[in-house]
């Protein structure tokens, strides 16, 4: 099977070295203890041969992040071995990817959120089509955008919102009806930059 170039460049930006990122990246004001635990998880940017990039639209019923643009993902259970088997597992449980039709490609630095998450973006070729299957109750809605606009930097803007009674800036990556920003804009605006080093 041929891999596209655009996949043999994720495989490349998956090898750089490079720091983990975090909600807070926009933010210098903010101190973080040190002493904090944060709970692994994983999330799958799977990226398909027609060069597009798989997302989601959060239920607006669930208590966390309603309605929200995210990857498929999420905690990391005790039964997932790596963050690689989460991100798998996740996506076939929220979005119907079945893991025969994913290569992972590598992963990326894990990015800290401010739900108090350590996830871990891993990279994934899904080299066939799948009939996909939004998890009732989770995902409101599946969709694509095309690799090339979240990995171009000019698509990127800084904004900012309260949170918790203080501003706090964070990356937003707008395409068409759908505002991507916060964890998923910054984890995708790290990739660009990997890819464009």
């Not at 070729?125 to 095309?146: C, L, S």
Request: hydrophobic content about 40%.
């Amino acid at each position: 099977m041929t891999r596209p170039d655009f996949i043999e460049t994720l495989a490349a930006a998956c090898l750089r070295q490079g720091d983990a990122s975090s909600d807070y990246d926009l933010n210098a004001g903010i101190v973080l203890p040190a002493d904090r635990s944060l709970r692994p998880a994983a999330v799958l940017i799977g990226v398909t041969t027609a060069g597009d990039v798989i997302l989601t639209k959060r239920s607006s019923q669930l208590r966390h992040h309603p309605g929200q643009i995210s990857f498929p993902g999420g905690a990391q259970d005790m039964t997932d071995p790596t963050p690689q088997a989460a991100a798998l597992r996740e996506a076939s449980e929220e979005i119907g990817l079945p893991s025969a039709v994913v290569t992972v490609l590598g992963q990326l630095p894990p990015h800290e959120t401010v739900t108090g998450f350590s996830v871990t973006p891993v990279i994934g070729w899904v080299h066939a089509d799948f009939a996909e299957i939004a998890e009732a109750g989770e995902v409101a809605e599946v969709f694509r955008v095309p690799l090339s606009h979240v990995l171009n930097p000019d698509r990127y803007v800084i904004e900012q919102r309260l949170w918790r009674g203080a501003p706090r800036k964070f990356f937003a990556v707008p395409y068409g009806p759908y505002y991507i920003w916060g964890a998923t804009a910054r984890i995708l605006r790290g990739l660009a930059e990997r890819v464009g080093g």
